[in-house]
């Protein structure tokens, strides 16, 4: 025993972290003894995927014939083919389960069950993720971070999305695949390219307010649990009477938020690029359970009818003093999945899942949105995505059949076609339901009046706006003009003291890489 334990700090040596309890192995680093402390001798026999049971002579395939062995085909035959396609974007994730529990009666607002009595508990599960990573990219890169997560209510599965910025990069739909496109890689190079990110980010100037956050102590966040999620869109919500109210749901992280310097990331990024992963898995398995306060913030449908500003807009907060902040419940993440991909990648959210009493956004992103989820979905899980367990609600009964599998009971010998008069599934009136649909028509203008606040308010103190100058100025290092003309003038539009400040740092950057670099530079 004394020796395991000397092997097992030489082992973890390197990936004890400063936030880690120092004095003790990672958990993660255990899993392997903690399975065999699970069970004391072998599971069982070893057997192909067809339950032949693997005799000792098959485990060997040099000098036999490798094609009559039925093991070694099956094993490097599965092998061979057990890529699905990664999510085209947030591919880099983890998960956990958990619950959330009522905390504050807000039926005045919804009449949605899982939101209804103090103390109800609903089960969950979440997902986090890093918005432009592929699967095996880095958790520290500057950029989003996503917080998914599937409540398990009696009225089907309610899916929230969020990110840690409380806005988003446009308000026009399309622009989706663009933008995602132009912060990924040159389809020629196959390389980042900044020059394509700046000139997305000047040809649709409403994504820079969003893209500031993120250049900003908001960008790295030190990890998965010490992140506030915003899941942006304005929801319609509605009571029991069908009044209706406008909500920008908020979570609050427990744990304090607290952030990295892009030094720091860099730093740890070649030390340990699942830092994120590692943190929030090792918490859950000390019972540190990570935990966040759902809040929402208020409007009437009379309050937002009468301010000066589009609510629905995803590229702008919601103005100070024109709305008001009620607290709803606790989300808490007790524990980790018991495997990765069966639970985390076959994940599938969707923000069009919803519940009665939460009829939902009404913005052209979140019409787009789903479409698009599912569509996606199809592709990398298969048509019956939903029958795979992580994403099977407590309740379904339906009319869809057949296709790829999971099939699950494919519902058995029920009638196939609707309306028929022979008991299949029928539906249900909600009395409550609001009568009418908000309409949303939403302007294109250009408007740089959130950027400025958030440069002028947001940020608080000189250090923040100057750390968030340097980023921007060191990613402008390989920009030229004109798009780096345009990028210097929206600063200047922004705020002119940013304008400035970017141009200072901008030179100052641009002079110590000249220095770095001139001599022997070879390329
Ligand atoms: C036109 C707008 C949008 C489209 C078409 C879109 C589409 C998608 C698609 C196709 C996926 C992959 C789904 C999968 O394979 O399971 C995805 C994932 C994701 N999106 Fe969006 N998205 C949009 C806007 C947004 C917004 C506004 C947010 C933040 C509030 C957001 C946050 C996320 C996150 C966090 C994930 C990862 C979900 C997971 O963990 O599985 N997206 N999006
Ligand atoms: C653990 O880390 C703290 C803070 O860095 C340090 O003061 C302490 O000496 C470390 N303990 C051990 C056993 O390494
Ligand atoms: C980021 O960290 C700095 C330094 O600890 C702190 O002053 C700042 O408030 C933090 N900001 C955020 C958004 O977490």
Redesign the pocket.
Known sequence: MPALWLLLFVGCAHCIRVHYDNTTVSSNAKQLYDFKAKYSTPIGLWTTSAGKPAEIRDTVSINSDLFSNPLHLDLTMHFDAERIPE????AK?TGAHGHFIVTNDVSKYTKADLFNGVGKKTPLFV???Q?LQSLGGSDLARG?K???VKFYTKDGNFDI???QTPV?LYRD?L??GSLVRSFKKNPKTNLIDVTSRWDFLTMVPSSLHGYLWTQSDYGVPDGYRKMDI????TYELNNKHGDRYYVRFNFRTEQGLANLTSAQAAELAGRDPDYYTRDLYNAIERKDYPSWQLEMDVMSLHDIKSIDYDPFD?TRQWKRGTYRTIQIGRLVLTENPINHFRVVEH???NPGNLVPGIPGPVDY?FK??RL??Q???SH?LGINFNNIEVNEPIHALTYNRDGPPPLGKNMMDAPNYYPNSFNGPIPYVDESQPSEKLLLLQSNAIDLEPHSDFYNNVLKTEDERQRMVDNIAGSLLSVTSPVLQRVINFMHLIDPDLGKRVTLAFEIARAAARQLTAPSVKN
């Open positions: 999510r085209v974007i947030y994730g997902r986090f993720s918005g989003l996503g917080m998914a999305i969020g990110v988003y739909p622009y989706f915003f899941p942006v869109h995803l994940s599938a959210f992103v787009a949105r698009f989820y569509h996606s979905q990398r």
